[in-house]
Structures are given as C-alpha cells and as structure tokens.
C-alpha cells in the first residue's frame, strides 16, 4: 500500500515527479479533443492528471490548469452537491479548492499518492474549513516520534497506477450493504453512529459493516503491511 | 515503537471522510502521528475517497466558472507557492505530537495545570468546542484514578509514561476507549507522569454512594 498513501497535501515531502511517459505538450495535444473546460467531459488519466499537476506546480503553466480544471471541476462540484450544498455554494467551494490546487501544486508528490486521493483531501478540509468553520488537525508523517519510513522504491512507484485500479475494482465490489455505509460516509458526510440512527441500524451493525468493508478494500488492493 | 492499541477503524472511517468532530479528529492525528499502521489506512481511506469522486457524474460548472479563476490566479496572493518549508514552533517539547502542537500554548511543564485530586491534574483545550471535553491529563506515578464510568464516548492517548485498567497496558501512542458500558479505575504506571489526551462526549460518572460522595472532589 505505500505507493498510494500519504495524501495529505501540506505535509509531503521529497522529490518531484519520477515518472514520465508523455510529456505535458503531448498530453495537451491529446486533449485538443476537449476544448470546452468546464463541462466534464474530459474524461483523463491520473498519469495525464498527474503530469498536468506537475507542469502547474513547474512552469505555473496555466494551459495545464485549466485543463485539470476541467476534468475535475465538475466532479468536484457534483461531490459537493451530493454534500448537500447548494448549486451555488458547490461552485464557491469548486473555486476555492481549485485555487488551492494552483497555489499548492508543488505539494502534490506523484509516487506517494494519486492526484485523485490528493484532491479529496483538499476539497474535504475545504467544507470542514468553510462549511463546519473547524480545524482540521492532521498527522505529519515527519514526526520525529514516528518510525522512520523506507524511501519509494521504484517498483512502489509504478506500481501505483495498479493498486488505483485494484481499489476503483474493490470499491465496486463491495456488498450493497457496505457499499451504502461507505458511500454515506464520503459522500453524505456522516460519521458512523449517525449512519446508524439513518439506516435505523444497531450501531454494533454498522461497526462491523465497516470493518468488513475496509478490509475488503484492504484485501483488494493487497495489503503489505 | 508500535502502539498496540489503535483507534478503531469506524473511527478511521469518520476521521479519513472528515464528518469527525473537530476534539475527537485531534486525537485521531495524533495517534495517527504516532502510529504509522493507522497513519496509512487513513492515506487508504484518502484514496478510496478520490476514487469516490472519480466515479461521480460531472455536473457543469457555472458559467464562466474558470474564466473567473484564470483572472485570479498569479496575483493578490494567489501565485504557486514554494514547497512549505517546517515551520519553526516558539516551543518544542518532542513528546508532544505535530497536530497536537498548535493546540497548546506552551510546553507540557509550563500548562496551566488544575489539580482535581491528588495526583491527578488537568488542562483543558478546545474549550469552545461544543458537546466535546478535550483534555489533557498528567498522573503522578502510581496514582489511582478512582473508579468511574462514562456517559459518552471517551478516547484516551497516552503521550509520556503508562497506565493499566482492567483492558490493558497503555503506554505512549496507545488509545484507550470506554463508553458507558465500562467501569474502570485506571492505574498509572510507576516511574515517569502518565501525561494522556483525553476527549470525552457527555461527562464522566462515578457510580454508588462511594462514587457520590467524593464526587465533589474527584469529578473529572
């Protein structure tokens, strides 16, 4: 699992982007296809994401950005939909990870997470920040206290791609019934004992739905630990 | 060294989604930042949460949505930023976790502590948060805390030293959960101050006459 962690975007650390396949002007002439930013339909790749990013984060290459934009804008905003906001306040909240996204382009470290696993977790603390007006404390995997990790491997590195697929195919595989907890959690924003009360579940039932799925998704994506 | 006792994962699952409150979030980071299994399930639950959204239908942006932000971005303290660099705190005390920090005004030594009965010492943080209290606690070497049970949920962090209860053995980086259906009556370990974060949903009940009677003093 370790070519996938570590999302959190103020705290990574190391070097830039190890991987290269098709440069930025190729990625941009794959996408003289999508003219339009902004309605969603430019479906990319995390690699082409990913390079996307690193071009932003490299060159403050603006063509990159919107292009970024418009692959994830409208996800983003149908994420925040979902969330129950407001077309309206969804647009606002769009807007302001997305500049957090220019501004903190340089965080993102390809290799040690997927751009799309980045991206959650800035449009998350986005709504605690902007919506539930809280903090949002997070670990630093710097921490003196904290075992020293191995660097990536290269084979760690490749390898993301794959688990990203492994999970997309865990995710889809899940029984309904832990399906729809999961999706409740990230999608609904409620904690597990709210969940309960909503399903009119035993909070006990819920526990255990959630321990299966998550070792599920473990299992799906080949847990090393 | 690994802790042995972790957060529970619906716990992760609420701290990785963020519906988790702000008191009990802290001390899931902190744990988290002492414990490198739980620190990467949450990057799992992280990932699993992008592929989440991956999935979802694009709903069209308002118009001129990007026109807007290509207008902002590069100026008025929007440029790229450089990589952030670690920030030097006024205070450093190394048993006290990253996220914990900015939580705590000065080192450990140096807190505000209260005493609530002999041997036992709090501080509290987070004062304003709601429905939530967020603690720290320092216990003597060998104090007894007396027996007592829980209206809501508690979650408790060891930070320097050790405790047991009936459960377990806790030291540094361990989590400790009770909730009302658990009557313990902890012992803090011998040698250094066990110094813990403990968060509480409801207060702490001390059940039976006994319990009653010295409530006043031991209320925690």
């Known amino acids: 699992m370790r070519g996938l962690v570590t999302a959190n975007p103020t705290l990574r650390r190391g070097a830039g982007a190890p991987l290269v396949m098709r440069t930025t002007a190729e990625v941009h002439k794959a996408m003289v296809r999508t003219a339009t930013a902004g309605d969603g339909n430019e479906a990319l790749e995390q690699d082409d994401l990913s390079r996307l990013l690193i071009s932003v984060a490299e060159n403050e290459d603006r063509t990159a950005f919107a292009q970024f934009f418009g692959h994830y804008a409208p996800r983003l905003k149908a994420f925040f939909l979902r969330q129950g906001a407001s077309a309206a306040v969804s647009d606002d909240l769009v807007q302001e990870v997305m500049l957090t996204v220019w501004r903190r382009a340089k965080t993102f470290q390809p290799g040690r997470s997927t751009v799309s696993a980045w991206i959650f977790t800035i449009a998350r603390n986005k709504r605690i920040d902007l919506i539930r007006r809280e903090r949002r404390p997070d670990p630093d995997p710097n921490d003196p206290s904290m075992a020293q990790e191995q660097p990536e491997s290269p084979e760690a590195l490749v390898s993301t791609g794959r688990e990203q697929k492994r999970l997309s195919d865990a995710i889809g595989a899940l029984p309904d019934e832990q399906a729809e907890i999961v999706r409740l959690a990230y999608f609904e924003d409620l904690s597990h004992s709210t969940i309960a009360e909503r399903l009119g579940l035993p909070l006990g039932t819920v526990k255990s739905r959630i321990r299966l799925a998550l070792s599920r998704l473990r299992a799906g994506l080949g847990d090393k630990i | ?220």
């Open chain 2, 1 to 220: 060294m690994t802790p042995v006792h972790h957060v529970a994962p619906e716990m992760l699952l609420d701290y990785a989604s963020g519906s988790m409150p702000e008191p009990m979030a802290l001390l899931v980071a902190s744990h988290a930042s002492l414990c490198s299994r739980c620190a990467e399930q949450i990057c799992e639950l992280e990932a699993v949460g992008g592929e989440l959204i991956d999935s979802l239908k694009p709903e069209a942006m308002a118009e001129g949505a990007l026109n807007g932000l290509l207008a902002r971005i590069g100026k008025d303290g929007y440029e790229v930023e450089p990589f952030p660099e670690q920030v030097s705190p006024v205070w450093v005390d190394p048993r006290v976790p990253s996220p914990l920090h900015s939580y705590i005004p000065k080192s450990l030594d140096n807190l505000d502590w209260v005493r609530r009965a002999e041997g036992i010492e709090q501080a509290r943080l987070l004062n304003d948060f709601a429905g939530f209290d967020t603690r720290l606690f320092r216990l003597a070497p060998d104090v007894t805390v007396p027996r007592h049970t829980h209206e809501g949920e508690e979650a408790t962090l060891v930070l320097t030293g050790g405790f047991s209860d009936a459960d377990g053995h806790y030291v540094r980086g361990d989590v400790a959960m009770a909730d009302p259906s658990v009557t313990h009556r902890p012992i803090a370990d011998p040698g250094e101050p066990c110094i813990n974060l403990a968060v509480t949903t409801g207060s702490l009940r001390l059940p039976g006459l006994v319990g009653q009677l010295i409530k006043p003093f031991v209320k925690l």
